[in-house]
C-alpha cells in the first residue's frame, strides 16, 4: 500500500477577519489540531426561520349526492305517510320539527283509517325529484310522489348537519 496522505489539517489564523459575514464564533473552546471542531456563524446574520403555519385540512366521508339521498328520503316519508314504513325510521333524517309534524300526521292518519284500508292501496311511487342547491351545504327538492290514482307533491329543504344531509322542512300539497 502506497503511503498517501488523505487530509491536511491546519490551524485558524490568528488574525481578525476582514468582514462581518465571515466572522465564525466558537460554541465551544477550540482545541488545537482537533478535526471535529463545531463553529456557528453569528444570530444576526442568519435568523431562524419561522415555524410553519399549520391549517387543519378536512378530511373524511364526503357528502351523498343530494339528488340520490333526496330521492330515497322522499320515497321513505311517502310510504311513512301512507302507513307502509314506521315513523322511527326517519328521526336521524329530520329535524325534531319536521319529525313532530310527520308524527301528528302519522297518528291523524291512524285514527281515521284502519289498517285494512290502508293495505288495500297501491304503494306510494315517486315519479320525478327535483334538486335546487342554493348553497353548498343547502339542497331545496321538490317531488312529485304518486298514489294509485292521486298524486302529490313535495318540497324538503335539506341542510347539512354534522356532515350528513338533515331535512329542516317539509311541505305537502
Known amino acids: 500500500m502506497r503511503n498517501r496522505k488523505l487530509a491536511t489539517v491546519s490551524t485558524l489564523p490568528a488574525a481578525e477577519p476582514t468582514s462581518t459575514r465571515s466572522r465564525v464564533y466558537a460554541a465551544t473552546p477550540m482545541t488545537q489540531g482537533a478535526l471535529a471542531l463545531h463553529y456557528q456563524e453569528a444570530p444576526e446574520l442568519h435568523p431562524l426561520p419561522a415555524p410553519p403555519v399549520l391549517r387543519l385540512v378536512p378530511t373524511g366521508?364526503?357528502?351523498?349526492?343530494?339528488?340520490a339521498w333526496a330521492t330515497r328520503l322522499v320515497q321513505a316519508v311517502a310510504e311513512v305517510l301512507a302507513g307502509d314504513r314506521p315513523i322511527g325510521q326517519l328521526i336521524r333524517f329530520t329535524d325534531t320539527r319536521v319529525f313532530t309534524d310527520l308524527n301528528r300526521r302519522v297518528r291523524v292518519l291512524g285514527l281515521t283509517t284502519t289498517a285494512?284500508?290502508?293495505?288495500?292501496k297501491e304503494r306510494s311511487a315517486v315519479r320525478s325529484v327535483h334538486v335546487s342547491t342554493p348553497a353548498t351545504e343547502v339542497a331545496e327538492v321538490c317531488a312529485h310522489v304518486r298514489y294509485g290514482d292521486r298524486s302529490r307533491a313535495m318540497a324538503l329543504r335539506l341542510e347539512v348537519h354534522r356532515n350528513r344531509w338533515i331535512c329542516t322542512a317539509l311541505e305537502l300539497g
Not at 366521508?61 to 339528488?67: H, M
Open 61 to 67: 366521508p364526503t357528502l351523498p349526492d343530494a339528488q
Open 116 to 120: 285494512t284500508a290502508r293495505s288495500t
